[in-house]
Protein backbone atom coordinates (compact mmCIF):
# COMPACT_ATOMS: atom_id res chain seq x y z
CA UNK A 1 0.00 0.00 0.00
CA UNK A 2 1.43 2.90 -1.02
CA UNK A 3 1.92 5.59 1.90
CA UNK A 4 2.61 9.22 0.33
CA UNK A 5 -0.28 11.90 1.79
CA UNK A 6 0.35 15.10 0.24
CA UNK A 7 0.31 18.28 2.64
CA UNK A 8 -2.64 19.79 1.16
CA UNK A 9 -4.28 16.88 1.25
CA UNK A 10 -3.99 16.26 4.65
CA UNK A 11 -4.99 19.39 5.33
CA UNK A 12 -8.42 19.11 3.30
CA UNK A 13 -8.74 16.33 5.06
CA UNK A 14 -8.55 17.79 8.63
CA UNK A 15 -10.73 20.22 7.63
CA UNK A 16 -13.66 17.73 6.25
CA UNK A 17 -12.98 15.53 9.56
CA UNK A 18 -12.80 18.87 11.32
CA UNK A 19 -16.40 19.70 9.46
CA UNK A 20 -18.80 16.71 9.93
CA UNK A 21 -16.62 15.51 12.88
CA UNK A 22 -16.08 12.28 10.86
CA UNK A 23 -13.19 10.98 12.59
CA UNK A 24 -14.71 8.06 13.61
CA UNK A 25 -14.15 6.82 16.97
CA UNK A 26 -16.27 3.65 17.18
CA UNK A 27 -18.98 3.33 19.07
CA UNK A 28 -18.99 3.10 22.58
CA UNK A 29 -20.97 0.06 22.59
CA UNK A 30 -19.03 -2.78 24.95
CA UNK A 31 -19.55 -5.78 23.41
CA UNK A 32 -21.35 -8.30 25.52
CA UNK A 33 -20.29 -12.43 25.35
CA UNK A 34 -23.36 -13.38 22.87
CA UNK A 35 -21.80 -16.91 23.01
CA UNK A 36 -21.10 -19.70 20.13
CA UNK A 37 -24.17 -21.41 21.88
CA UNK A 38 -26.42 -18.47 21.69
CA UNK A 39 -30.10 -19.79 20.32
CA UNK A 40 -32.49 -17.93 17.86
CA UNK A 41 -33.45 -14.52 18.29
CA UNK A 42 -36.11 -14.80 21.54
CA UNK A 43 -33.93 -16.53 23.95
CA UNK A 44 -30.99 -15.42 22.94
CA UNK A 45 -32.33 -12.06 24.54
CA UNK A 46 -32.19 -10.05 20.68
CA UNK A 47 -34.54 -10.04 18.28
CA UNK A 48 -34.07 -10.09 14.32
CA UNK A 49 -36.52 -8.68 11.38
CA UNK A 50 -37.36 -12.17 10.51
CA UNK A 51 -37.47 -14.66 13.13
CA UNK A 52 -34.15 -16.79 12.68
CA UNK A 53 -32.73 -14.73 9.99
CA UNK A 54 -29.89 -12.41 10.31
CA UNK A 55 -31.13 -9.86 7.11
CA UNK A 56 -27.64 -7.83 5.92
CA UNK A 57 -28.47 -5.15 3.55
CA UNK A 58 -25.32 -4.38 1.35
CA UNK A 59 -24.45 -2.76 -2.15
CA UNK A 60 -23.22 -5.37 -4.01
CA UNK A 61 -20.64 -3.37 -6.41
CA UNK A 62 -17.40 -2.86 -3.80
CA UNK A 63 -15.38 -5.69 -4.35
CA UNK A 64 -13.97 -7.41 -2.83
CA UNK A 65 -15.93 -7.28 0.14
CA UNK A 66 -19.17 -7.61 -1.33
CA UNK A 67 -19.71 -8.25 -5.43
CA UNK A 68 -21.53 -10.85 -7.70
CA UNK A 69 -20.34 -14.11 -8.53
CA UNK A 70 -22.58 -15.29 -11.10
CA UNK A 71 -25.65 -15.06 -9.17
CA UNK A 72 -24.68 -15.07 -5.49
CA UNK A 73 -22.95 -12.13 -3.48
CA UNK A 74 -19.59 -12.79 -2.25
CA UNK A 75 -16.89 -11.08 -0.51
CA UNK A 76 -15.48 -10.27 2.73
CA UNK A 77 -18.42 -8.70 4.11
CA UNK A 78 -20.92 -11.50 3.10
CA UNK A 79 -18.14 -14.08 4.92
CA UNK A 80 -17.85 -12.03 8.10
CA UNK A 81 -21.66 -11.72 8.29
CA UNK A 82 -21.89 -15.50 7.86
CA UNK A 83 -19.64 -16.05 10.49
CA UNK A 84 -21.63 -14.03 12.97
CA UNK A 85 -24.81 -15.85 11.86
CA UNK A 86 -23.27 -19.35 12.79
CA UNK A 87 -22.25 -17.68 15.80
CA UNK A 88 -25.96 -16.27 16.76
CA UNK A 89 -27.53 -19.34 15.27
CA UNK A 90 -29.44 -17.98 12.50
CA UNK A 91 -29.58 -17.92 8.71
CA UNK A 92 -27.72 -15.52 6.54
CA UNK A 93 -29.77 -13.34 4.04
CA UNK A 94 -28.30 -10.80 1.55
CA UNK A 95 -30.13 -8.37 -0.14
CA UNK A 96 -28.60 -5.88 -2.40
CA UNK A 97 -29.85 -2.27 -2.60
CA UNK A 98 -28.30 0.86 -3.35
CA UNK A 99 -25.83 2.22 -0.84
CA UNK A 100 -27.90 5.35 0.41
CA UNK A 101 -30.82 3.04 1.03
CA UNK A 102 -28.87 0.56 3.37
CA UNK A 103 -29.27 3.14 6.68
CA UNK A 104 -32.64 3.89 5.91
CA UNK A 105 -33.37 0.60 5.41
CA UNK A 106 -31.47 -0.58 9.01
CA UNK A 107 -33.31 2.47 11.37
CA UNK A 108 -36.81 1.27 9.58
CA UNK A 109 -36.01 -2.35 10.72
CA UNK A 110 -36.13 -4.14 7.43
CA UNK A 111 -32.42 -5.14 7.67
CA UNK A 112 -31.06 -6.54 10.72
CA UNK A 113 -27.43 -4.60 9.72
CA UNK A 114 -25.95 -3.02 7.02
CA UNK A 115 -22.51 -4.52 5.88
CA UNK A 116 -20.90 -2.63 3.28
CA UNK A 117 -17.83 -1.46 3.65
CA UNK A 118 -19.22 1.11 5.56
CA UNK A 119 -16.97 3.71 7.03
CA UNK A 120 -17.84 4.46 10.59
CA UNK A 121 -18.71 9.13 10.76
CA UNK A 122 -20.18 10.68 13.60
CA UNK A 123 -23.02 11.82 10.63
CA UNK A 124 -24.44 8.39 10.54
CA UNK A 125 -23.79 7.66 14.44
CA UNK A 126 -26.57 10.18 14.80
CA UNK A 127 -28.67 7.56 12.60
CA UNK A 128 -27.28 4.32 13.42
CA UNK A 129 -25.58 2.34 15.85
CA UNK A 130 -22.16 0.56 14.49
CA UNK A 131 -20.42 -2.34 15.86
CA UNK A 132 -17.04 -3.00 16.61
CA UNK A 133 -14.66 -2.04 13.51
CA UNK A 134 -13.72 -5.19 11.69
CA UNK A 135 -11.33 -3.14 8.70
CA UNK A 136 -10.06 -0.27 7.37
CA UNK A 137 -10.12 1.29 4.39
CA UNK A 138 -8.57 4.37 2.37
CA UNK A 139 -10.10 6.91 0.14
CA UNK A 140 -7.87 6.79 -3.48
CA UNK A 141 -8.16 8.82 -6.71
CA UNK A 142 -8.79 6.58 -10.16
CA UNK A 143 -7.51 8.31 -13.39
CA UNK A 144 -7.58 7.33 -17.14
CA UNK A 145 -4.07 7.65 -18.67
CA UNK A 146 -4.09 10.78 -20.52
CA UNK A 147 -6.25 12.71 -18.58
CA UNK A 148 -6.42 15.94 -17.09
CA UNK A 149 -6.22 14.85 -13.23
CA UNK A 150 -2.08 13.88 -13.12
CA UNK A 151 -2.18 13.85 -9.08
CA UNK A 152 -4.19 14.57 -6.18
CA UNK A 153 -2.12 18.36 -6.20
CA UNK A 154 -4.47 18.84 -9.38
CA UNK A 155 -7.78 18.44 -7.48
CA UNK A 156 -6.98 21.01 -5.39
CA UNK A 157 -4.86 23.48 -7.80
CA UNK A 158 -6.00 27.19 -8.22
CA UNK A 159 -8.34 27.51 -11.09
CA UNK A 160 -9.06 23.74 -11.12
CA UNK A 161 -12.15 22.62 -12.23
CA UNK A 162 -12.57 18.87 -12.70
CA UNK A 163 -15.49 16.35 -13.04
CA UNK A 164 -15.14 14.30 -9.79
CA UNK A 165 -17.00 10.43 -10.31
CA UNK A 166 -18.19 9.03 -7.17
CA UNK A 167 -20.88 6.93 -5.91
CA UNK A 168 -23.58 8.02 -4.53
CA UNK A 169 -23.94 8.59 -0.40
CA UNK A 170 -20.55 7.28 0.02
CA UNK A 171 -17.64 8.95 2.19
CA UNK A 172 -15.52 9.81 -1.32
CA UNK A 173 -18.82 11.54 -2.38
CA UNK A 174 -18.53 13.84 0.49
CA UNK A 175 -15.19 14.34 0.66
CA UNK A 176 -15.36 14.88 -3.25
CA UNK A 177 -18.74 17.07 -2.17
CA UNK A 178 -16.85 19.29 0.78
CA UNK A 179 -13.22 19.50 -0.61
CA UNK A 180 -13.84 20.05 -4.28
CA UNK A 181 -17.26 21.04 -5.30
CA UNK A 182 -17.98 23.17 -2.14
CA UNK A 183 -14.22 25.16 -3.10
CA UNK A 184 -15.41 25.71 -6.43
CA UNK A 185 -12.88 23.54 -7.95
CA UNK A 186 -15.35 21.26 -9.97
CA UNK A 187 -18.43 19.40 -9.74
CA UNK A 188 -19.32 16.09 -8.13
CA UNK A 189 -21.46 13.37 -10.34
CA UNK A 190 -22.28 10.50 -8.59
CA UNK A 191 -23.25 7.12 -9.27
CA UNK A 192 -25.82 4.52 -8.09
CA UNK A 193 -23.09 2.13 -8.63
CA UNK A 194 -18.96 2.07 -8.23
CA UNK A 195 -19.11 -0.20 -11.68
CA UNK A 196 -20.91 3.13 -12.92
CA UNK A 197 -18.44 5.48 -11.99
CA UNK A 198 -15.70 3.74 -12.89
CA UNK A 199 -17.29 3.57 -16.60
CA UNK A 200 -17.89 6.95 -16.71
CA UNK A 201 -14.58 7.87 -16.18
CA UNK A 202 -13.15 4.98 -18.93
CA UNK A 203 -15.85 7.53 -21.51
CA UNK A 204 -14.38 10.68 -20.20
CA UNK A 205 -17.43 11.76 -18.33
CA UNK A 206 -15.76 12.37 -15.50
CA UNK A 207 -12.06 13.02 -14.85
CA UNK A 208 -11.36 10.75 -11.89
CA UNK A 209 -13.24 8.35 -9.41
CA UNK A 210 -12.98 9.07 -5.37
CA UNK A 211 -13.06 5.44 -3.78
CA UNK A 212 -12.39 3.03 -1.33
CA UNK A 213 -8.90 1.72 -1.86
CA UNK A 214 -9.31 -2.02 -2.06
CA UNK A 215 -12.42 -1.67 -4.59
CA UNK A 216 -10.30 0.65 -6.54
CA UNK A 217 -7.96 -1.64 -6.88
CA UNK A 218 -10.12 -4.30 -7.87
CA UNK A 219 -12.10 -2.66 -10.46
CA UNK A 220 -8.42 -1.13 -11.83
CA UNK A 221 -7.51 -4.58 -12.75
CA UNK A 222 -11.14 -5.87 -13.78
CA UNK A 223 -10.78 -3.28 -16.40
CA UNK A 224 -7.35 -4.13 -17.49
CA UNK A 225 -6.53 -1.82 -20.92
CA UNK A 226 -8.26 0.90 -19.96
CA UNK A 227 -5.81 2.80 -18.77
CA UNK A 228 -6.80 3.61 -15.42
CA UNK A 229 -4.56 3.81 -12.57
CA UNK A 230 -4.69 4.74 -8.79
CA UNK A 231 -2.37 7.84 -8.02
CA UNK A 232 -0.10 7.64 -5.11
CA UNK A 233 -1.66 9.68 -2.88
CA UNK A 234 -4.30 7.94 0.49
CA UNK A 235 -7.00 10.13 1.34
CA UNK A 236 -9.01 9.93 4.47
CA UNK A 237 -8.39 6.24 6.28
CA UNK A 238 -10.89 5.06 7.94
CA UNK A 239 -12.89 2.39 9.96
CA UNK A 240 -15.11 -0.33 8.42
CA UNK A 241 -18.06 -1.34 10.88
CA UNK A 242 -21.31 -3.08 10.57
CA UNK A 243 -24.49 -0.80 11.29
CA UNK A 244 -27.44 -1.82 13.28
CA UNK A 245 -30.78 0.22 14.47
CA UNK A 246 -30.54 1.82 17.51
CA UNK A 247 -33.40 0.34 18.42
CA UNK A 248 -31.95 -2.70 18.89
CA UNK A 249 -29.10 -2.74 21.30
CA UNK A 250 -29.24 -6.25 21.99
CA UNK A 251 -28.59 -7.19 18.51
CA UNK A 252 -25.51 -4.53 18.39
CA UNK A 253 -24.22 -6.32 21.51
CA UNK A 254 -24.80 -10.10 20.19
CA UNK A 255 -22.82 -8.92 16.89
CA UNK A 256 -19.97 -7.51 19.13
CA UNK A 257 -19.77 -10.77 20.95
CA UNK A 258 -19.75 -13.02 18.10
CA UNK A 259 -17.20 -10.31 16.05
CA UNK A 260 -14.79 -9.85 19.23
CA UNK A 261 -14.42 -14.00 19.43
CA UNK A 262 -13.90 -14.01 15.24
CA UNK A 263 -11.37 -11.10 16.12
CA UNK A 264 -9.78 -12.94 18.46
CA UNK A 265 -9.46 -16.33 16.63
CA UNK A 266 -8.01 -15.12 13.24
CA UNK A 267 -11.26 -15.84 11.45
CA UNK A 268 -11.73 -12.35 10.33
CA UNK A 269 -8.36 -11.82 9.70
CA UNK A 270 -7.93 -15.26 7.60
CA UNK A 271 -11.28 -13.74 5.90
CA UNK A 272 -9.55 -10.57 4.67
CA UNK A 273 -6.06 -12.22 4.32
CA UNK A 274 -8.50 -14.53 1.62
CA UNK A 275 -9.26 -11.11 -0.26
CA UNK A 276 -6.71 -8.97 -0.11
CA UNK A 277 -3.54 -9.65 -1.47
CA UNK A 278 -0.29 -8.35 0.60
N1 LIG B 1 -16.54 3.34 2.78
C1 LIG B 1 -17.37 4.19 1.98
C2 LIG B 1 -18.51 4.69 2.80
O1 LIG B 1 -18.83 4.15 3.80
C3 LIG B 1 -17.88 3.50 0.73
C4 LIG B 1 -18.70 2.31 0.97
C5 LIG B 1 -19.33 1.69 -0.25
O2 LIG B 1 -19.37 2.29 -1.33
N2 LIG B 1 -19.83 0.51 -0.15
O3 LIG B 1 -19.14 5.65 2.47
Not at 88 to 112: H, M, N, R, W
Not at 216 to 221: F, R
Request: aromatic fraction near 6%; include cysteine; proline fraction near 2%.
Amino acid sequence: MKKFVTLILALALTLSLAACGGNNASPSGSASSAGSDAASSGEAGFTTAVDGVLSMATEATFPPYEYYDGDAIVGIDVEIAQAIADKLGLELQVTDIAFDSIIPGVQSGKYDLGLAGMTVTDERLEQVNFSDSYATGVQVVIVKEGGKVTSVDDLFADGASNVIGTQTGTTGFLYATWDIQDAGLGEVKSFAKTTDAVEALKNGQVDCVILDNEPAKALVAANEGAGLSILDTEYAVEDYAAAISKDNTALLEAINGALKELIADGTVQSILDKYIGK
